[in-house]
């Protein structure tokens, strides 16, 4: 037993002596292997939003700079990463349908159409989608004032209301576009003739993972005014038209006079499916009305809820100068997505003395971001 231990002991020294050699010949020293460590994720995401600049007495500042301005996201302040002024870039959107409508006319929202483009400044861009029974785009981006107008007067009445459906492809038509500075302008009274209030809801709300602007010109308070006698079973307004204006302008002189002619006198509805009809349609104005509301103030847009039809031709203006007063901001976001969840409050506000600033949004972050 001895003899084979003794044995065993030399072979194993004659290896580790050839290892050794071995290790020597080649020159080279076994790296150590690192310690495994878990992979850290860095996020890099940039966050756009438009920003208004005005004077103490609301005129536009042109030479606003990162050093102006401060950002708050959920709490946490950040600073720009760049502030550059361009050329909007406008996509109307104009609601030519509807099965009750009173106000709403295809006339009037041409006019509003019209008003907005030649109110905006000569070097934006505009499109055009219309929507009644389908959505459409009936004018791709262009520059050229004439030709954008050319294509308002080539829109089309329906009978339905494919609101939801003209978001969508509002939303898919301006993500393609390779530019910054969008603007989306809605004509519109926010019903829908295919889709129920959470679908809608939804639709909306997906343009907050956006980095558009929505501004609203909206029919909702006309018409639900127009409409709230009818609500009643004693009324004293006008009874509902039989036929929209544009169907009726069709007809033969005499059939036209008599579907136009005024009704004179108090009105008694015992119709009480047609009550309910208008109640629902005066309800579903009002809840439009306050979603229009809540995703112009959630994108930093402007919300127009004009009183009559001269009011909402005026306001027009008003639109496109908000829409040419606009700056685009950048920044990155100090706290991970993980962090803070999916939905970010963003508010801008100036360091710089007489710079007014206003913009305020919020932004939900969908799965394809994170």
């Given at each position: ?5 003794t044995?065993?002991t030399?072979?194993s020294?004659f290896v ?7 290790a020597g ?5 076994q790296p ?5 460590e878990?992979?850290?994720r860095v996020a890099t995401e940039e966050?756009?939003?438009n920003v208004?600049?005005f ?5 536009f500042?042109?030479?606003?700079g990162e050093k102006?301005l401060?950002?708050t ?6 600073q ?5 002024r ?9 609601d ?5 409508r ?11 159409a ?7 400044k ?6 055009i989608?219309?929507y009644s029974d389908?959505?459409?785009i ?6 050229d ?10 829109t089309?009445?329906?009978r ?9 492809l ?9 530019f910054?500075?969008?603007h989306?302008?809605?004509?519109t ?7 129920d ?9 997906s343009?907050?993972s956006t980095?558009i ?23 004293n ?5 039989a036929?929209?204006d544009?169907?009726?302008?069709g007809l033969?002189?005499g ?12 009105t008694?509805?015992l119709d009480r499916k047609?009550l ?9 104005l ?5 979603l229009l509301?809540e995703l112009?103030?959630?994108?930093n847009g402007?919300?127009v809820?004009p009183?009559?039809?001269?009011e909402?031709v ?10 040419d007063?606009?700056y685009v901001?950048?920044y990155t976001?100090?706290?991970?997505v ?7 409050d963003?508010v ?6 007489g ?5 305020r ?8 971001r994170r």
């Amino acid at each position: 037993m001895p003899g084979l231990f003794t044995k065993l002991t030399i072979l194993s020294v004659f290896v580790g002596v050839l290892c050794l050699n071995a290790a020597g010949q080649s020159g080279r020293v076994q790296p150590t292997p690192p310690p495994s460590e878990t992979p850290i994720r860095v996020a890099t995401e940039e966050i756009k939003l438009n920003v208004l600049a005005f004077d103490e007495e609301g005129k536009f500042v042109s030479d606003v700079g990162e050093k102006d301005l401060v950002i708050t996201e959920n709490n946490v302040l950040h600073q720009p990463s760049s502030v550059r002024r361009m050329p909007a870039n406008v996509l109307i959107v104009m609601d030519t349908g509807g099965e009750l409508r009173w106000v709403k006319s295809l006339e009037q929202t041409r006019k509003v159409a019209v008003g907005l483009i030649n109110a905006l400044k000569a070097q934006d861009s505009v499109a055009i989608i219309q929507y009644s029974d389908k959505a459409e785009i009936v004018a791709e981006w262009t520059s050229d004032k004439a030709l954008a107008l050319a294509a308002v007067g080539k829109t089309k009445f329906g009978r339905r209301s494919a609101f939801v459906k003209s978001l969508v492809l509002a939303k898919d038509f301006m993500s393609k576009a390779p530019f910054d500075n969008k603007h989306l302008v809605l004509i519109t009274d926010g019903t829908d003739s295919f889709t129920d209030t959470g679908t809608k809801l939804r639709a909306l709300r997906s343009l907050l993972s956006t980095d558009i602007t929505v501004h609203v010109l909206s029919y909702t308070r006309m018409e639900a005014n127009d409409i709230e006698p009818r609500t009643k079973m004693i009324t004293n307004s006008r009874p509902p038209k039989a036929l929209p204006d544009e169907v009726a302008a069709g007809l033969p002189n005499g059939v036209r006079d008599v579907a136009q002619a005024p009704k004179i006198g108090p009105t008694i509805n015992l119709d009480r499916k047609l009550l309910r009809t208008m109640r629902a349609r005066r309800d579903d104005l009002e809840a439009s009305e306050e979603l229009l509301t809540e995703l112009a103030e959630n994108t930093n847009g402007e919300m127009v809820i004009p009183v009559d039809k001269d009011e909402m031709v005026e306001k027009t203006a008003l639109v496109a100068r908000m829409i040419d007063s606009s700056y685009v901001v950048t920044y990155t976001p100090k706290v991970p997505v993980e962090e803070t969840g999916t939905e970010r409050d963003i508010v801008v506000t100036s360091k710089r003395p007489g710079l007014v600033v206003e913009s305020r949004r919020k932004l939900v972050l969908t799965d394809g971001r994170r």
